[in-house]
């Protein structure tokens, strides 16, 4: 059998998808429960590891970070730095690509003439109430963006890159972080299998359609013991809808919930998820507080009046699903529930 040339590609900027995450905010913890439900229940210890039994077909390849042309240098050895710490740090500095583009081309002070220009339209449209909160949010957000020009001032996409091999070279600790490590490995031998086979001529194309058909029922069965919420919203295409379809798990779970929920609107469905898979993420102890990743889209994004000061829990439940909603939320809520990150 021709041995098939992996051509390595670029991990590259994410889609630029503008909100931003403060890094050092500690999560809300919630209790896992059903949406509907009071009572408390304890969170169950994340004590298991990814099975042993799940193991990478042969052409699953390691992949290796592309080398720069023009290196930029980030601290790699900042004391007690963690690898998800350094992940989510990727991942908020590409909220901050459009910014930063901005700020070079024409300043700051048009960024916030713009986003101020926002605010009062939703104002006078009676969507918004006053201009304190998501204006502080997005100063903020500035300011975190703004640190990234230290490292590059000519060279911003570089950036990119050299946060992820930054993280890339600290070692996974927690089962969550093992599990996230894990993820990124599938998810980027799925990209690359698929590079090469749409840009290889010599390919062995149906080889490749095989081995990316045995890596795609491995992330089914890696779903049900992860622990990472950040690779739970990445394949829910919640964060990241660049990611996502590349592995289709999204399109196979609402097969299933088709049968589950009894709710044959794929659309609906997809909608439903999207509301439920945050809700879930918070059980598994992603940030789901006032300042988190999650809910600075509805904040700074969506200008929405009641996401500011607010974490996501209550704002979902209280200000962004209908009473009428609940209820199908809370069926697709408990299906992940029972379904994934199980001990």
């Given at each position: 059998m021709k041995k098939m040339i992996i051509t390595v590609l670029s991990l590259g900027i994410?889609?630029?998808?503008?909100f931003y995450l403060l890094m050092n905010d500690q999560a809300v913890q919630y209790p896992k429960k059903s949406l509907t439900s009071i009572s408390k229940v304890h969170k169950k210890e994340n004590t298991l590891l990814i099975k042993?039994?799940?193991k990478f077909?042969?052409?699953?390849?390691?992949?290796?970070?592309?080398?720069?042309?023009?290196?930029?240098?980030?601290?790699?050895?900042?004391?007690?730095l963690t690898y998800l710490e350094a992940f989510r740090e990727s991942k908020y500095f590409t909220s901050c690509i459009f910014d930063l583009s901005y700020l070079?081309?024409?300043?700051e002070e048009y960024l916030i003439e713009k986003y101020k220009q926002n605010i009062e339209r939703e104002i006078s449209r009676n969507m918004l109430d006053n201009a304190y909160l998501p204006m502080q949010r997005y100063r903020e957000h500035l300011n975190k963006c703004r640190n990234y020009l230290n490292y590059s001032e000519e060279n911003i996409s570089n950036v990119s890159d050299a946060l992820v091999e930054r993280y890339s070279n600290i070692t996974p600790v927690t089962n969550e972080e093992k599990d996230l490590a894990k993820y990124i490995e599938l998810l980027d031998?799925?990209?690359?299998?698929n590079y090469t086979k749409n840009n290889d001529n010599n390919a062995d194309v149906k080889l490749i359609d095989q081995e990316l058909k045995k890596i795609g029922l491995i992330i089914e069965r890696f779903f049900i013991?992860?622990?990472?919420?950040?690779?739970l919203l990445n394949v829910m295409e919640v964060l990241n809808p660049s990611s996502g379809?590349?592995?289709?798990?999204k399109a196979k779970l609402i097969k299933k919930l088709q049968v589950q929920t009894r709710i044959n609107d794929k659309d609906y469905l997809s909608i439903l998820l999207d509301l439920a898979t945050p809700l879930f993420a918070c059980t598994l102890d992603y940030p789901c507080d006032q300042h988190s990743l999650l809910m600075s889209r509805h904040c700074i994004l969506?200008?929405?009046k009641f996401a500011c000061d607010r974490d996501l829990e209550n704002f979902y439940l209280n200000h962004y699903i209908s009473t009428q909603q609940q209820t199908d939320v809370n069926l697709v809520f408990d299906y992940l529930l029972s379904h994934y990150a199980q001990d």
């Open positions: 994410i889609l630029l998808i503008y042993s039994d799940i077909p042969n052409a699953a390849v390691s992949v290796a970070v592309k080398p720069l042309t023009n290196p930029i240098k980030i601290p790699n050895n900042e004391p007690g070079q081309e024409k300043g031998t799925i990209r690359h299998m013991t992860n622990k990472s919420s950040d690779a379809p590349l592995i289709g798990f969506e200008l929405n």
